[in-house]
């Protein structure tokens, strides 16, 4: 005699029934990860049904797959919506200038850079003058210890013109 399950099916045949719906379930995973990861994909049941190889019925029958294709196109819409929000947001509107105001503001970025670079040399000759400054310190020290009795000086003096081997 056939053990008989509930649903009056041979247990074999509930067997391989459990384990299709399991490769069938795995297969709907799948492709809507493939939806949801690849933009170009359409969020549609035709696609799924393709993609999963399953009827666009056995989509119909089990409601979940049909549910998560909403919730991609939802996701793919506020991404839409964010992505135009933030180009409204980066990017001034450009005013229209006359071509005298377009002048007067190349002047005043003419007048900006000028008293940058005045102050640069400035500044470059403010070095200039200290390192003469300085250069002359130096050549006057070294005269003075050339020129000194001191016998220590010059034994420094000495050890520092040795040359290291």
């Known amino acids: 005699m056939k053990i008989v399950n509930k ?18 379930t795995n297969r709907i995973s799948d492709a809507l990860q493939k939806i949801s990861s690849n933009p170009k994909l359409k969020p549609t049941q035709s696609v799924l049904a393709r993609l999963s190889k399953v009827s666009r019925g056995t989509l119909n029958n089990r409601v979940w797959p049909l549910e998560k294709l909403e919730e ?17 947001s980066t990017i001034p509107p450009l005013p229209s200038l006359s071509l005298e105001e377009r002048l007067n503001c190349s002047r005043e970025e003419v007048r900006v850079w000028k008293t940058k670079a005045d102050q640069y040399a400035k500044d470059n000759e403010h070095l200039r003058h200290l390192l003469e400054v300085q250069t002359r310190r130096v050549n006057l020290l070294q005269s003075n210890l050339e020129n000194s009795n001191d016998p220590l000086l010059k034994n420094v003096i000495e050890f520092n013109t040795i040359k290291p081997i």
Do not use: G, H, Y
């Open 7 to 24: 649903s009056s099916l041979p247990q074999a045949l509930e067997e391989k029934n459990q384990a299709d719906f399991i490769t069938v």
């Open 72 to 88: 991609i196109k939802s996701q793919r819409k506020d991404l839409v919506k964010l992505v135009e929000s933030e180009k409204e």
